[in-house]
C-alpha cells in the first residue's frame, strides 16, 4: 500500500542517504530494523521536556530531529524510524498504544495511564509476512526488548518502563499532531490507534518479564512497590543482589527484604527457576519507613 511505502518529498534525499549510511550493506528487513534500533540508542537521548520542532530553520521536524541528533519523545523516534525503513524500501507504520506492564493491588487487571501511551515503529517483512516491532526509543527499548518470543522483540525490564512513566505527562501524546501535523500523521504515516502493548492473563505476564513463575512475577512488583515507599529504588544497572546489598548497608537496614530480593534473584536466574516457588515479600509496614529514607536520600 501507498500510506506505508510513501517518503516527504522535500526529505527523501536526506532520509535515503542516511538510512544507507545506517543499514550499509545489509539486506534481511530484520537486520535493518536492529540497525536503525541501534543508531538511536547510540547517538540519541529521549526526553519529554525538550522541543525538537524549535528553530526549525526551514526544516520539518523530522529532518531537525535527525540533523541536529536533538533530545526527543518516542513520537519523534517511532516516525523517524518509520521513514529510515521507508527510504530502504521497507513498508513501515507508525503504532500507538500503551506500554503496560503493571496490575492493580489486588492483581486483577493491568492499570493503563495516560502516561503509558507510547509510539513505536513497526516494519513489514515479506519473506514471513508479518509485521516486526520496531523500538528505537532509547530507555524503552531496555524495557520491551525480550518481546521478541511474543511480539516480536528481544528483553525487558520493567523497572526502566517504570523510571519513564514518572516523569511523562498526560497530555504528552496530543504532541503527535501539534508537532508533526498532517505532513506526517496524515499524507506518511499509516498509524495503528490504540494497539495496545499489555499481555492478558498472569501466564502472558510472566512471558513478558521472562518469568516462568506467575506467582514470583506478582511478587517482584510487590517487592519493588514496597522497596519504592522506603525510598529505595533498584538502578537499571544495579543487580539484585547489589540493591540486596544497599538496604543491608542502610542506617536501618531491611534485612527481611534484602533477603527477599537475594532468593528472588535465586529464582530469577537458576534454570531450575520454574520450580521455586517464593514466598510473598514482606511489607512496608513492617520496616522503619521514616529512617530509611533518610539513608536512602543520604546515598
Known sequence: LPAVRSLPADDEQMLKDLANEICGDLSATIDKARAIERYFAKNFKYSLSSDPAANLAGRSAIRAFLEDRRDAHCVYFATATALLL??????????????VYEMNDENDYYVAANRNAHAWAEAYDKPTRRWIVVESTPEISDYVARFSSVLSR??????SADNLNANRSDSWILMLVNLLGGQVVLSILAVTVAAILVLRNREQLATLLTFTANRNAKYILKADRTAAKLGFKRHINETYHQFANRMRNASEPLVELATWYESYAVARYTKKHAAIALPPPPLACKCNSTAVHSQAESG
Not at 86 to 99: D, E, N, T, V
Not at 154 to 159: L, N, R
Request: hydrophobic fraction near 30%; glycine fraction near 4%.
Open 86 to 99: 521507508r527510504a530502504q524500501k521497507i513498508p513501515s507504520r507508525l503504532c500507538l498504544g500503551y506500554l
Open 154 to 159: 528481544d528483553s525487558a525490564d520493567h523497572e
